[in-house]
């Protein structure tokens, strides 16, 4: 029996009104791609693949993609962008503690924003680099704990209840240094690099209103104090909009964002 399972199923269901995000998301996985080096004829797997747009920009690269997510609606809006862009991609429902994928099978293993919500860090770097190939490279965005979504992700945090024993917090996947650690000597050549997107908002309460019908952990927040707290409520959305407020300008909220690459030894 998986101990997080009731964990991931909440998971699973948060996210699945993610889609409207992947305007943004899209963008930023150029950047992605070109960090991981991705080549014509590599075999690539994007792990969390959300609605599909790392593994779309690395199959137009030429690489022969598979996807897998834990939530099956953004599978079925993966496989709709794919087919809109022609690009013939092998989509699996699936999680990222347990890959359905043999030893050593990818050439590269990528995940934006995605594998950082998977509740054991050892657990996830184990099976993505189970899968990878000796040699071969692994890169992943991720959110720091300094920034914007990562003070949005502490700030939220303070109205959730606390997350099942065990389970890592996701911005620790922003911090070099625990990134490090945690890809300790089965990797080489670690290397990092800093991004940001620009979300276009009219204003940090548009933005607001757009994360809480789409964004996982801030949309199972408004639900259960929406349900069991109004003024609490009332108090998160005081607190978000000023956080946003300090990334807010020019109609854009700037998202900056780390980008890993490593090679497996």
């Known amino acids: 029996m998986d101990p997080f399972a009731q964990f991931k199923a909440a998971q699973r269901a948060g996210w699945a009104h993610f889609s409207p995000l992947q305007t943004f998301t899209a963008a930023a996985a150029v950047p992605l791609v070109a960090h991981a080096g991705i080549r014509s004829g590599q075999r690539v797997l994007d792990v969390a693949c959300g609605t599909g747009v790392v593994a779309i920009t690395a199959a137009r690269a030429g690489a022969s993609v598979v996807g897998l997510d834990l939530t099956p609606e953004l599978i079925v809006t993966a496989r709709e962008n794919a087919r809109l862009a022609a690009c013939d991609i092998a989509w699996h429902e699936g999680d990222a503690e347990a890959l359905p994928f043999e030893d050593a099978s990818f050439d590269a293993v990528v995940s934006q924003f995605g594998h950082m919500f998977a509740p054991r860090p050892d657990v996830t770097v184990g099976e993505m680099l189970r899968v990878l190939k000796p040699g071969g490279t692994l890169a992943f965005s991720t959110w720091p704990p300094e920034l914007y979504v990562g003070r949005t992700f502490s700030l ?5 209840p606390p997350p099942p024993p065990g389970a890592a917090p996701p911005v ?6 625990i990134v490090r650690a945690r890809l300790g000597t089965a990797v080489r050549d670690v290397v990092f690099d800093r991004a940001a997107m620009e979300v276009p908002a009219l204003s940090p309460q548009h933005m607001r209103a757009l994360t809480e019908r789409t964004a996982g952990p801030i949309l199972k927040l408004v ?6 707290d109004p003024t609490a409520l009332e108090a998160f959305r005081r607190e978000y909009d000023a956080l946003t407020s300090e990334y807010f300008s020019d109609n854009a909220v700037r998202q900056g964002y780390l980008m890993t690459r490593a090679v497996k030894v």
Do not use: F, Q, R, T
């Open 156 to 160: 939220v945090g303070k109205y959730m």
């Open 172 to 177: 620790e996947w922003g911090d070099p240094l």
């Open 223 to 228: 639900e259960m104090l929406g349900a069991k």
